[in-house]
């Protein structure tokens, strides 16, 4: 079964992605550990990765299968072999699961078309992100309960943030009403909905707010310049400590990193008590297996 967008997705869809990283959560790791033994994974990464590709790695792991890994600097790539060739021969050595990151909007959606096998995106362009969204998605609710009515601030570079398509995404679904921010020219009009607000400023868009989650800006996807100064974007979008001891007291701080400390997030704030960043962390581990296990089961 393929995971490449959280977009369409019902409460119920997102509400039973949950449950199955709860599952793998609070299984028996020896158990887990046999589940998929001699199953293979490629994990084919033609971006840059930390997090993202260890976790697969750590998930993999944890279901006892084993990971063709694949990094687009050192490989057949440079001598101009596609992508989709590269996808064929890790599927004919063995691969029955691709975890794709790419540039390119749509690079895993083209791969599962073509290819007789699950995969799962892990990251595609400015597009989607969905073990990310699903992990934001779980680690809100472990911290905030039930969804309904709670109020999610995203503050900073929305435009070209598949992790704030995802999270809107998995986050609507289960009742939240999400206020986006950021400097205009990286805040897109076209995402405002019935549960989706846009925010002028950072003060609007975190009053009140159960959760704010903060995004880098990502340079490497923008065309132009995107701010003036770091100082003109800290003074503007930054969730400083001061900014910080405005928020109510069960308020919780998420971000997907890499962060930029001192840029858009305080150190104290990154690292303080209201910080989930390593509840995201961790739990991505979980949300993986989940999306793995499902996908070996479909096969
Ligand atoms: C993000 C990504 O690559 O989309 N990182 C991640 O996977 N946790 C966010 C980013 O690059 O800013």
Redesign the pocket.
């Known amino acids: 079964m393929n995971l490449l967008e959280l977009r369409g997705l019902s409460r119920a869809d997102v509400e039973g992605w949950l449950e199955a990283a709860r599952a793998v959560r609070g299984g028996d790791p020896a158990t887990l550990r046999r589940k998929h033994v001699g199953r293979r994974v490629a994990l084919l990464f033609f971006e840059a990765?930390t997090?993202?590709r260890f976790s697969f790695e750590a998930a993999a792991q944890g279901l006892g299968a084993d990971v063709l890994a694949f990094s687009a600097a050192a490989s057949s790539t440079t001598k101009g072999e596609s992508m989709l060739d590269t996808a064929r021969l890790l599927v004919a050595v063995g691969a029955e699961v691709l975890v794709v990151r790419d540039t390119a909007v749509g690079a895993p959606r083209h791969l599962a078309d073509r290819l007789g096998v699950a995969v799962i995106n892990a990251?595609d362009g400015t597009h989607e992100?969905p073990t990310?969204g699903l992990l934001d998605a779980l680690t809100l609710v472990d911290a905030l309960g039930p969804l309904d009515g709670k109020v999610v601030a995203i503050v900073g570079d929305i435009r070209h943030s598949?992790?704030a398509r995802s999270a809107l995404a998995a986050l609507t679904a289960l009742g939240a009403t999400v206020r986006l921010c950021g400097p205009a020219p990286l805040l897109p009009a076209g995402l405002a909905g019935s549960k989706v607000v846009l925010a002028a400023t950072i003060d609007e868009a975190i009053a009140g707010a159960d959760a704010v989650m903060m995004?880098?800006i990502?340079r490497e996807r923008a065309s132009g310049p995107t701010f003036s100064s770091v100082e003109a974007y800290r003074r503007g979008w930054a969730l400083t400590e001061a900014r910080a001891a405005t928020l109510p007291p069960h308020t919780v701080v998420l971000h997907?990193?890499?962060m930029n400390r001192g840029v858009e997030i305080d150190d104290v704030v990154a690292d303080g008590p209201r910080s989930r960043i390593l509840d995201q962390q961790r739990n991505g581990v979980w949300v993986r297996m989940a999306a793995l296990d499902r996908a070996w089961r479909a096969t």
């Open positions: 990765s997090r993202t990251g992100h990310q598949r992790v995004l880098r990502q997907p990193a890499p």
